[in-house]
């Protein structure tokens, strides 16, 4: 038989799979690069699509999934691959977490780069995705140099470039031959290196006295998230500020206490997913977090979030069970495994 002159896809057919199939797939396809935890899996498919391409020394991927909870941790990152880079495009949905101890918000548009070879751990909404992973050395990425995480601005010139180019060679892909790969992939090398090396990438904007405080607070809330203590009169005393300075630098997200609110009900949804034990967890999780109560707590998360905590506890280890038939061999198709193709690169 011919082979076909096109690069190859490996993905996930979908047409007529369960939702409970799609779980047991998505979670073989990632388990290599992330622990997931599903977050409102009773509304929401776990996986639309999960495509990825080896294009010469690039591995480009396309997804589309439901909320959920991604943590790389130190068991992926001793598989035995080159550190990569990991560039994104979230064509819709958000993400926030951390890359390395560095904060990670990703809202549409944005055009995200973050060190594949540390530990990620992140929440993100029902999303459609394009990626392109590739290695240190082909971009010049330095960890000693390079920040874990950075965005190119998506309204400079190399931000314009370097997207109209990525959503051209996705529209692509399905027609491109073996034959031309090595003259896209080199062209997009040349274009991310670029971006890892432009100003605006590398170095974080300068901020003015104001906002290097408002930063410096914010910080100081998330580190201080489980303490009783954590109140408008003891941040005032940290940063020598007037409580009207204070409410007035939190009046565009709802308030001092909105946001602290905001943030410990982040976390919790954080340890709810990866907890072991999940009888019980939403009480403890509340407790720990300084809810006033669980009912509080509990009416807090559904407003935030859509779904109930209690739906959240443990949604990792039900992504890592089996199927409740306990017989994964009954999927219409097997999972592919993304870890030879990045061995390639």
């Given at each position: 038989m011919?082979?076909?002159p096109y690069?190859?896809?490996?993905?996930?057919?979908?047409?007529?799979?369960?939702?409970?199939?799609?779980?047991?797939?998505?979670?073989d396809?990632?388990?290599?690069?992330?622990?997931?935890?599903l977050l409102?899996?009773?509304?929401?498919?776990?996986?639309?699509?999960?495509?990825?391409?080896?294009?010469?020394?690039?591995?480009?991927?396309?997804?589309?999934?439901?909320?959920?909870?991604?943590?790389?941790?130190?068991?992926?990152?001793?598989?035995?691959?080159?550190?990569?880079l990991?560039?994104?495009?979230?064509?819709?949905?958000?993400?926030?977490?951390?890359t390395?101890?560095?904060?990670?918000h990703i809202?549409?548009?944005?055009?995200?780069?973050?060190?594949?070879s540390r530990?990620?751990?992140?929440?993100?909404?029902?999303?459609?995705?394009?990626?392109?992973?590739v290695?240190?050395?082909?971009?010049?990425y330095?960890?000693?140099?390079?920040?874990?995480?950075?965005?190119?601005?998506?309204?400079?010139?190399?931000?314009?470039?370097?997207?109209?180019?990525?959503?051209?060679?996705?529209?692509?892909?399905?027609t491109t031959?073996?034959?031309?790969q090595?003259?896209?992939?080199g062209?997009?090398?040349?274009?991310?290196?670029?971006?890892?090396?432009?100003?605006?990438?590398?170095?974080?904007?300068?901020?003015?006295?104001?906002?290097?405080?408002?930063?410096?607070?914010?910080?100081?809330?998330?580190?201080?998230?489980?303490?009783?203590?954590?109140?408008?009169?003891?941040?005032?005393?940290?940063?020598?500020?007037?409580r009207?300075?204070?409410?007035?630098?939190f009046?565009?997200?709802?308030?001092?206490?909105?946001?602290i609110?905001?943030?410990?009900?982040?976390?919790?949804?954080?340890?709810?997913?990866?907890?072991?034990?999940?009888?019980?967890?939403?009480?403890?999780?509340a407790?720990?977090?300084?809810?006033?109560?669980?009912?509080?707590?509990?009416?807090?998360?559904?407003r935030?979030?859509?779904?109930?905590?209690?739906?959240?506890?443990?949604?990792?280890?039900?992504?890592?069970?089996?199927?409740?038939d306990?017989?994964?061999?009954?999927?219409?198709?097997?999972?592919?495994?993304?870890?030879?193709?990045?061995?390639?690169?």
């Amino acid at each position: 038989m011919m082979k076909s002159p096109y690069i190859e896809r490996v993905g996930l057919d979908l047409d007529g799979v369960s939702d409970e199939q799609r779980r047991d797939l998505w979670a073989d396809v990632v388990r290599p690069l992330f622990d997931v935890s599903l977050l409102n899996a009773d509304v929401e498919p776990p996986v639309e699509r999960a495509d990825a391409w080896l294009m010469d020394n690039l591995l480009l991927t396309k997804a589309a999934f439901g909320s959920q909870i991604f943590d790389r941790s130190s068991k992926h990152l001793k598989a035995d691959v080159a550190d990569c880079l990991l560039f994104q495009i979230y064509l819709s949905g958000e993400v926030h977490g951390e890359t390395g101890g560095e904060t990670v918000h990703i809202r549409p548009g944005d055009l995200h780069i973050q060190d594949f070879s540390r530990p990620h751990r992140a929440r993100a909404t029902q999303a459609r995705v394009l990626g392109i992973v590739v290695s240190h050395d082909l971009v010049g990425y330095d960890r000693d140099r390079h920040p874990a995480v950075m965005h190119v601005p998506r309204d400079g010139a190399v931000g314009r470039v370097l997207r109209s180019t990525v959503l051209s060679v996705f529209r692509q892909i399905e027609t491109t031959t073996k034959a031309e790969q090595a003259a896209i992939a080199g062209g997009l090398i040349g274009l991310l290196r670029g971006a890892l090396f432009s100003p605006a990438s590398l170095s974080p904007p300068s901020l003015g006295i104001v906002a290097a405080r408002s930063r410096a607070i914010r910080d100081y809330i998330v580190q201080n998230l489980r303490s009783e203590h954590l109140t408008a009169d003891a941040i005032c005393s940290k940063f020598g500020l007037s409580r009207a300075t204070l409410y007035r630098d939190f009046q565009a997200e709802g308030g001092l206490e909105r946001y602290i609110t905001a943030r410990r009900l982040d976390a919790a949804l954080m340890n709810l997913a990866v907890t072991d034990t999940p009888r019980g967890a939403v009480n403890r999780v509340a407790e720990a977090w300084r809810f006033s109560s669980s009912s509080h707590f509990i009416r807090e998360f559904q407003r935030k979030f859509g779904f109930s905590p209690g739906s959240v506890a443990g949604a990792k280890s039900r992504v890592e069970a089996p199927s409740s038939d306990g017989d994964r061999s009954q999927s219409p198709l097997d999972a592919p495994d993304l870890l030879p193709l990045l061995r390639k690169l």
